[in-house]
């Protein structure tokens, strides 16, 4: 049932998001150009001027300045509206998806799992925009969010939230998830004798893999790859084939993209495509 203070709370924790988000994309900006993370003031950044606050606001500023800095009017990058949004949305899911399942876990879960989750999909924000834009995954952000997953995933089968046959699988998912990506990594390097696909790529499986669990992992990759195929054709279609179909696509995003559906619908997919082989 949507009662009011459901959509209350929805929009605040959205607002929320978006200002966590407006911090998370100058952390993107300046991590990308090597800077210190906790530099001062936001600043312009084509003229570096400093942002007034009520220049500052998420969203609403760029709106309102339409996409463009007040004092050089060189387009501010959508970097910074699509990380907010991004990270509003994530708060918004993080509160619908908490509000049905962390209720079903016992004290201290029902406060960690929550804040474990949110921390997840902040690292993922970060990875997903990263190599978005640079074609590159930062080591440090996956060595994060695969400590986090192996403490997260430890801590429920030591309490007896997860089976140990499932901690098992879990681990097993990881290790041949990322036996398959160095495979189709190494193989790229001996056929195109370049890299058809990051080793960042190949890294982050393993984290995701932990987070996922077995069956939810095979339908991620399933999905990342549908859907890192038909964003190619498409490119393909839009630059009239002057894209190739092995020209250089970050796989990190669809990754990233799978994972989050996965978590969401993974056992639906998954028993969904089962009943159709069966038939
Ligand atoms: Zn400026």
Redesign the pocket.
């Known amino acids: 049932m949507i009662t009011i203070s459901f959509l209350i709370i929805t929009t605040i924790l959205f607002v929320f998001g978006t200002i966590i988000g407006s911090f998370l994309s100058v952390v993107i900006l300046r991590s990308i150009s090597g800077e210190n993370w906790v530099k001062g003031r936001s600043r312009?950044?084509?003229?570096?001027?400093t942002i007034a606050w009520y220049d500052n606001i998420p969203l609403l500023s760029f709106l309102i300045l339409r996409g463009q800095?007040?004092?050089?009017?060189?387009s501010i990058l959508p970097l910074h509206p699509m990380v907010e949004v991004l990270t509003g949305v994530l708060f918004m899911w993080w509160y619908w998806a908490g509000s049905l399942f962390f209720r079903l876990t016992i004290a201290p879960y029902s406060v960690l799992q929550p804040i474990f989750w949110l921390m997840v999909g902040v690292i993922l924000i970060y990875i997903f925009i990263i190599d978005l834009n640079t074609m590159k995954i930062h080591n440090n952000a996956v060595i994060s969010l695969t400590v986090l997953a192996i403490i997260y995933r430890l801590s429920l089968s030591f309490s007896g939230i997860m089976q140990i046959v499932d901690l098992y699988s879990t681990f097993l998912a990881a290790l041949i998830s990322y036996l398959f990506f160095y495979a189709i990594y190494k193989l790229s390097i001996v056929i195109y004798k370049r890299e058809g696909m990051g080793f960042g790529d190949v890294l982050l499986v393993v984290p995701l893999a932990l987070l996922l669990g077995a069956q939810k992992t095979i339908v991620c990759l399933f999905l990342a790859f549908i859907i890192g195929a038909v964003v190619g054709l498409i490119q393909i279609a839009i630059s009239k084939g002057k894209t190739k179909l092995r020209s250089e696509i970050p796989f990190g995003p669809f990754l990233i993209i799978g994972t989050a559906i996965s978590l969401i619908w993974g056992q639906y997919i998954y028993s969904w495509y089962w009943s159709l082989i069966m038939l």
């Open positions: 312009c950044d084509s003229c570096k001027k800095c007040r004092h050089c009017k060189k």
